[in-house]
């Protein structure tokens, strides 16, 4: 059964700084991984989608990596703003199904 | 498109009653799937399908029921609704494993509280 981490599960930052969010998983088995912001009350915006084949995405200020062997992506968010403030969740889809197994997320508060 | 629409987008219930939270796609996806948000935790997969007239468990399938008549719709159904059963549903839908590199849409949700 795959399993998924997300560290640090919240995180405040004054505004400007670079942030790292860092997403484990247990079965490395997985077909893509994507990435998503929720802002509170709304459902999932996606942000990258990444492909078992590829080792970065990237979609302006946000970078994804995936290492697929160590169970390890992460998001790279530069020069972050208060529009950030969200929480982001990330979601590997596995090789042999199809379904999306999600951890708790990490909840981004960017201070003005 | 309009993507993934759910509704409705609240909904209050008393314990016993049942309700169908109504799921609807507009990008031809093959698969579907029905997850469950509870405060502060992560998605929990209740249902899924394939495909028009397939449908499997998830995580937590128990108090729920759906059904896959047509490609575009997947409700989901409570036939006796519980306190346990207050959270927020999620619906979403993706293209279906070979059929190229795609990600998951999901709708807005379905705020459920259950008095």
């Known amino acids: 059964k795959q399993e998924v981490t997300q560290i640090p599960a919240a995180l405040s930052v004054p505004e400007g700084e670079n942030l790292v969010l860092n997403c484990s998983f247990t079965?490395?088995?997985?077909?893509?991984l994507q990435w998503f912001r929720q802002d509170p009350g709304k459902g999932l915006t996606s942000l990258l989608l990444?492909?078992?084949?590829?080792r970065e995405q990237t979609s302006g200020r946000l970078n994804a990596s995936l290492d697929k062997s160590s169970g390890r992506s992460t998001l790279y968010i530069a020069a972050s703003q208060p529009g950030d403030s969200a929480t982001y969740l990330c979601g590997p889809r596995r090789t042999s199904g199809s379904r999306l197994t999600f951890g708790e997320g990490t909840q981004l508060t960017v201070n003005p | 498109n309009a993507g993934v629409t759910q509704t409705p987008k609240f909904r209050i219930l008393k314990i016993g009653q049942s309700m169908t939270l109504q799921c609807t796609q507009d990008?031809?996806?093959?698969?579907m799937y029905w997850y469950r948000q509870d405060p502060g935790m992560g998605l929990k997969l209740i249902y899924y399908?394939?495909?028009?007239?397939?449908?499997d468990k998830g995580e937590v399938p128990n108090g729920y029921n759906v059904s896959r008549s047509t490609t575009e719709d997947f409700p989901l159904r409570l036939e006796l609704a519980a306190p346990s059963q207050t959270s927020v549903y999620f619906c979403a839908s993706t293209l279906g494993r070979g059929r190229g590199h795609q990600g998951y849409t999901f709708g807005s949700g379905t705020r459920l509280t259950v008095v």
């Open positions: 079965d490395s088995a997985i077909y893509n």
């Open positions: 990444i492909q078992s084949s590829q």
């Open positions: 399908s394939v495909g028009a007239g397939i449908t």
């Open positions: 990008m031809n996806h093959n698969y």
